[in-house]
C-alpha cells in the first residue's frame, strides 16, 4: 500500500509539472492525463480515496482541455466513485457533472444510471427531497431508452420516497401508475398486487376512509384477479377498522397478516402512521403510539 501511495505521488508529481510546463513537441494534456490516470489508479490501490477523487479531477480537466468530452465524464465518474468512500457530497457534484456531459453527448443510459446512484447517494444522506428528483430524472431517461423495468424501479423509489415524507396523494398515483402499466407486460404483472398493496396503505395515511373505499373498488376493476389476493383483503380489514375508529382490530388485522407475509420496514413505518390516526381518532385525539 505504501508503495502504491508514493508512486502515485510521484507520478502526481510529473503530471503537475507537465501541466506547469513550456512544450513545443507533443501535447502536454495527453501526456499529463497519461500519468494521472497511472496516479489515480496507484490512490486507489492505496486506498487513499480523497486524493484518488481530487486526482480524477484533475485528469477530467485535461480530457477537458483536450475537448475529449466522453473521458471528461469518464474522469468525473472516477471521481465520484472514490468520493464515495469519504464524500458523498462531493461524489454527487462530481456525478451531476458526469450527467450533464452524458447528456450532452446523448448517452441517456449513461446519464440515467448516474442520476441514480445520485438519488441513492442522496437517499443515504437523508436528503429525500432531492433523492427523489433524481430517481425521477433517472425514470424520465430509462423510459426514453425503452428501460421500462429499470424505469419502474426508480418511479417506486420515488414513491416510496413520497410517502416517507408524507407526501401520500403523489405516492399513491405513483403506485397506481406503475401497476396499471405492468398489467399489460407478462414480466411485470405479477408484482401488480404488490404495487396496489403499497398505494392502499398510503391512501389509508390520509385519513379518509371513503377515498380507500373508493380506491379498493378502483383496483379491482384495474385488476379483476386483485380481489381474490391476501393483499386486497388486508386492505379491506385496514379499511373497516379504520372506519370504526378500532386500533385494537387494526393492529390485530396488521399481526395476522404479518404472520403469513413479513412486512418490511417501509409499509411497517406507513401502517405505523396509519394506526396512529385511527388511535387519534378512538381516543378523541390523542395518540396512542
Given at each position: 500500500?505504501?508503495?502504491?501511495a508514493?508512486?502515485?505521488n510521484?507520478q502526481?508529481?510529473?503530471?503537475?509539472k507537465?501541466?506547469?510546463s513550456?512544450?513545443?513537441?507533443?501535447?502536454k494534456?495527453e501526456?499529463?492525463a497519461?500519468?494521472l490516470?497511472?496516479?489515480a489508479?496507484?490512490?486507489?490501490?492505496?486506498?487513499l480515496?480523497?486524493?484518488?477523487?481530487?486526482?480524477?479531477?484533475?485528469l477530467?480537466?485535461?480530457?477537458?482541455a483536450?475537448?475529449a468530452?466522453?473521458?471528461?465524464?469518464?474522469?468525473?465518474?472516477?471521481?465520484?466513485?472514490?468520493?464515495?468512500?469519504?464524500?458523498?457530497?462531493?461524489?454527487?457534484?462530481?456525478l451531476?457533472?458526469?450527467?450533464?456531459?452524458?447528456?450532452?453527448l446523448?448517452?441517456?443510459?449513461?446519464?440515467?444510471?448516474?442520476?441514480?446512484?445520485?438519488?441513492?447517494l442522496?437517499?443515504?444522506?437523508?436528503?429525500a427531497e432531492?433523492?427523489?428528483?433524481?430517481f425521477?430524472?433517472?425514470?424520465?431517461?430509462?423510459?426514453?431508452e425503452?428501460?421500462?423495468s429499470?424505469?419502474?424501479?426508480?418511479?417506486?423509489?420515488?414513491?416510496?420516497l413520497?410517502?416517507?415524507?408524507e407526501q401520500?396523494?403523489?405516492?399513491?398515483e405513483?403506485?397506481e401508475?406503475?401497476?396499471?402499466?405492468?398489467?399489460?407486460?407478462?414480466?411485470?404483472?405479477?408484482?401488480?398486487?404488490?404495487?396496489l398493496?403499497?398505494?392502499?396503505?398510503?391512501?389509508?395515511?390520509?385519513n379518509d376512509?371513503?377515498?380507500?373505499?373508493?380506491?379498493?373498488?378502483?383496483?379491482?376493476e384495474?385488476?379483476?384477479s386483485?380481489?381474490?389476493?391476501?393483499?386486497?383483503?388486508?386492505?379491506q380489514?385496514?379499511a373497516?377498522a379504520?372506519?370504526?375508529g378500532?386500533?385494537?382490530?387494526?393492529?390485530?388485522v396488521?399481526?395476522?397478516?404479518d404472520?403469513?407475509?413479513?412486512?418490511?420496514?417501509?409499509?411497517t413505518?406507513v401502517?405505523?402512521?396509519?394506526k396512529?390516526?385511527?388511535?387519534?381518532?378512538?381516543?378523541?385525539?390523542?395518540?396512542?403510539?
Amino acid at each position: 500500500m505504501g508503495d502504491n501511495a508514493a508512486k502515485a505521488n510521484e507520478q502526481l508529481k510529473k503530471a503537475e509539472k507537465k501541466l506547469t510546463s513550456w512544450q513545443f513537441f507533443g501535447n502536454k494534456y495527453e501526456e499529463a492525463a497519461e500519468l494521472l490516470e497511472k496516479a489515480a489508479t496507484n490512490f486507489k490501490l492505496a486506498k487513499l480515496w480523497d486524493e484518488a477523487g481530487g486526482t480524477f479531477l484533475k485528469l477530467a480537466e485535461c480530457h477537458e482541455a483536450l475537448e475529449a468530452k466522453h473521458d471528461q465524464a469518464s474522469a468525473l465518474t472516477d471521481a465520484a466513485n472514490a468520493f464515495k468512500k469519504t464524500h458523498p457530497k462531493r461524489a454527487v457534484e462530481c456525478l451531476q457533472r458526469s450527467v450533464d456531459a452524458f447528456v450532452e453527448l446523448g448517452r441517456l443510459s449513461l446519464a440515467a444510471k448516474h442520476n441514480k446512484d445520485m438519488a441513492e447517494l442522496l437517499e443515504a444522506e437523508g436528503d429525500a427531497e432531492r433523492a427523489m428528483q433524481h430517481f425521477e430524472r433517472a425514470a424520465e431517461l430509462y423510459d426514453g431508452e425503452e428501460q421500462t423495468s429499470t424505469a419502474n424501479s426508480c418511479k417506486l423509489k420515488v414513491a416510496a420516497l413520497a410517502a416517507h415524507v408524507e407526501q401520500y396523494v403523489k405516492a399513491v398515483e405513483i403506485f397506481e401508475a406503475v401497476a396499471l402499466a405492468s398489467l399489460s407486460n407478462n414480466l411485470l404483472k405479477y408484482s401488480v398486487k404488490s404495487y396496489l398493496l403499497n398505494a392502499g396503505l398510503c391512501q389509508l395515511c390520509r385519513n379518509d376512509a371513503v377515498a380507500l373505499s373508493n380506491a379498493l373498488e378502483r383496483y379491482q376493476e384495474m385488476d379483476p384477479s386483485f380481489g381474490e389476493t391476501r393483499e386486497c383483503k388486508f386492505l379491506q380489514e385496514l379499511a373497516a377498522a379504520t372506519e370504526d375508529g378500532d386500533a385494537t382490530a387494526f393492529t390485530n388485522v396488521v399481526a395476522e397478516f404479518d404472520s403469513m407475509s413479513k412486512l418490511d420496514a417501509w409499509k411497517t413505518r406507513v401502517l405505523l402512521t396509519a394506526k396512529r390516526l385511527v388511535a387519534a381518532r378512538e381516543n378523541g385525539g390523542e395518540d396512542l403510539c
